[in-house]
């Protein structure tokens, strides 16, 4: 039986990690003006001002909004890592204060505390001027190996990963899980692939070879790949540690979508690969819930508190549409 019995708090623990941090800020995808390694506890979590950030234009993006922002912004954790450092911990309520406290000298617009799960590190925190829900991740529980996995889908989902899978594999699909060094090689490969998926979902390129390239350097991180003659058909970087799979950046190429199914043939030989590790968790990422739905994933919100630090009245009610219409995008209400 596949359920999420818990908050899956597990699968954020590798964003709670130095490396993974200074991995991201060495990468160079979002624009950063100043940061800080702050704690919470033993928990490293990295403030950042960021001038410019893709992801959160993607999110203006789903939203249909123009750009909320007129200045720079601390994030207390890169809205890029699926879940914050601070969930991993009971009361974040004076990591945040001191946050605010930085983020004002540094004469930023707002505090965004990105991509806090429903839980003690959420409830502990002061009122924040606005609460944004930015997305959803999800995640499955490996409870009982593949067949576990299998027999707990709907039956026509169950015959469809099935079929697709078998499509790829007589068409010449081949399986690879490469490390840091085996990854090297075909990377640029794959960061072409992740921007023809930005392009096809209209956002910005997500990712920048530069920014995968130093996320390799991580501990547990590797590339998984549905590949045809030696070259990547659909890709997904990956992170696995303390017993979850996270994964994390997807690219795929859209001309064989529907003639060699990579992308189903990638997702069923990870989870198969995974289970068979001892994998306790699964955890998907985020966009496309419906289809991660469809194979057995369960959505987990992931929240922003905004706190606001500049006179802008108007950035208030420009985050309560974005928050309402992101929502919407989602087929999340409330």
């Known amino acids: 039986m596949t359920t999420l019995a818990d908050p899956g708090t597990d699968c954020g623990r590798i964003f709670a990690t130095g490396r993974w941090q200074d991995a991201w800020l060495a990468g160079g995808m979002e624009a950063t003006a100043a940061h800080v390694r702050l704690r919470a506890g033993d928990v490293p979590v990295t403030l950042q001002l960021v001038t410019d950030s893709p992801l959160w234009r ?58 806090l799960e429903p839980g003690p590190a959420l409830e502990s925190l002061p009122r924040p001027d606005a609460l944004v829900r930015l997305d959803a991740t999800c995640r499955l529980r490996l409870a009982d190996g593949m067949d576990g996995y299998l027999d707990g889908l709907a039956t026509s989902h169950r015959g469809r990963l099935r079929r697709y899978h078998r499509r790829g594999a007589q068409a010449g699909l081949t399986y690879h899980d490469r490390d840091r060094t085996e990854a090297g090689h075909v990377l640029p490969a794959f960061a072409r692939l992740t921007r023809q998926s930005a392009e096809r979902h209209g956002t910005p390129p997500l990712y920048s070879e530069a920014a995968l390239r130093a996320l390799l350097e991580v501990p547990g991180t590797r590339l998984l790949s549905a590949d045809l003659d030696g070259r990547p058909a659909a890709g997904l970087l990956s992170f696995e540690w303390d017993g979850c799979l996270v994964l994390w950046a997807a690219g795929i190429d859209y001309a064989l979508l529907k003639t060699h199914f990579p992308y189903y043939f990638l ?7 995974a289970a068979e590790r001892g994998c306790r968790w699964v955890d998907f990422g985020r966009g496309n819930l419906e289809f991660k739905q469809r194979l057995g994933f369960h959505p987990v919100d992931l929240w922003s508190p905004v706190y606001l630090l500049a006179r802008r009245p108007a950035y208030a009610g420009r985050l309560a549409e974005m928050h309402r219409r992101i929502s919407d995008f989602l087929g999340r209400p409330g």
Not at 267 to 273: F, N, S
């Open 58 to 115: 993607g999110y203006e993006g789903d939203a249909e909004l123009p750009p909320v922002w007129e200045g720079p912004v601390a994030y207390l954790s890169t809205v890029y890592a699926v879940a914050n450092p601070l969930n991993q911990v009971p009361d974040a309520s004076g990591t945040v204060a001191r946050a605010l406290e930085i983020a004002g000298e540094w004469d930023a617009k707002a505090l965004v505390v990105t991509n």
């Open 267 to 273: 997702i069923y030989e990870a989870i198969a690969a």
